[in-house]
């Protein structure tokens, strides 16, 4: 059965609406997306923890429903916590578990590092503590390229956001569909389709300067200082964010647990959900118990 969600919106810190919705009771879980995302990632998520568990999903400044920043100066991560906060005041929560992929990892980390009184735990599923485009692939042509985007979004903005709209979603489905960037045996590619129509219909100009940001945040040195129960998920093959980043993260982290898939690419969710969905029950049960205790 379908979860029933309720739709609000939240003030962001520069009164930017920012659409959320939440199903369900339970210890409430925040899903924070990746770059460019409004939800596809946690299908099965959804799915296995709907029925027990309180759900709030948020879309970033310029992603999915929530509306465009009024500016564009500040599209930080420290940002994005403090807005993540404010759809919590918005779901009258006063704390809460933080669930991020990729980008949602950054932000989650930023959250629990600044306002810790407003987390209950982590779970951080194939991300980084920060920038990201310097390990990307293991490559320094994302760190190349960046610049000129940057370049694309000061002075020709509705040019690029013309083109970024047009790029056909099913010809780049089918060059994924051969790529190493997903594990093909293990996915099903409808799965992954709704990613790059949500993708194109991004603001490429918002989505660039988050970008940006991104790649200046670092809570590595930071990490040390963050408490709060933590579940480190990787993928082995993750050629987003490489699995050593997440390894080097949860040793950092004092209270952190890793577990990584061999197969696993960078949408592990989608890839394997059982055994994703199975690591997370098993750390909310500890967890609740810890918190009685």
């Excluded at 404010?86 to 991020?100: E, F, M, T, W």
Aim: hydrophobic residues 40%.
């Amino acid at each position: 059965m379908a979860p029933s969600w309720r739709n609000g919106i939240a003030i962001g810190v520069d009164d930017t609406r920012l659409f959320y919705e939440t199903c369900s009771k339970g210890v409430p879980l925040v899903l924070c997306d990746g770059l460019f995302c409004n939800g596809h990632v946690w299908k099965y998520f959804i799915s296995r923890f709907c029925d027990t568990n309180q759900l709030i999903h948020w879309h970033y400044p310029g992603h999915g429903k929530s509306a465009s920043p009024k500016s564009t100066a500040d599209l930080s991560i420290r940002r994005l916590g403090q807005d993540l906060c404010r759809v919590l005041d918005a779901v009258q929560l006063d704390s809460a578990v933080l669930v991020g992929h990729s980008l949602g990892v950054q932000v989650s980390l930023e959250t629990a590092y600044r306002f810790p009184d407003r987390v209950n735990g982590l779970i951080l599923i194939c991300g980084a503590p920060g920038k990201v485009v310097q390990t990307f692939h293991d490559s320094r042509l994302m760190e190349a390229i960046l610049p000129l985007l940057g370049m694309g979004t000061r002075f020709v903005p509705r040019q690029l956001s013309s083109l970024w709209r047009i790029m056909p979603v099913n010809l780049i489905v089918n060059l994924v569909k051969q790529s190493d960037e997903i594990a093909r045996r293990l996915i099903n590619m409808e799965d992954l389709k709704p990613y790059f129509e949500g993708m194109v219909q991004t603001d490429i100009n918002i989505a660039t300067r988050i970008l940006e940001q991104a790649n200046y945040h670092d809570m590595l040195p930071n990490l040390h200082e963050i408490v709060a129960p933590t579940l480190v998920i990787a993928g082995n093959k993750d050629r987003f964010t490489p699995s050593y980043r997440s390894r080097e993260m949860a040793e950092k982290l004092p209270n952190a647990v890793l577990r990584i898939s061999e197969e696993g690419t960078h949408s592990l969710p989608l890839e394997q959900p059982d055994l994703v969905n199975l690591a997370i029950a098993r750390f909310l049960e500890e967890l609740q118990i810890d918190q009685r205790l």
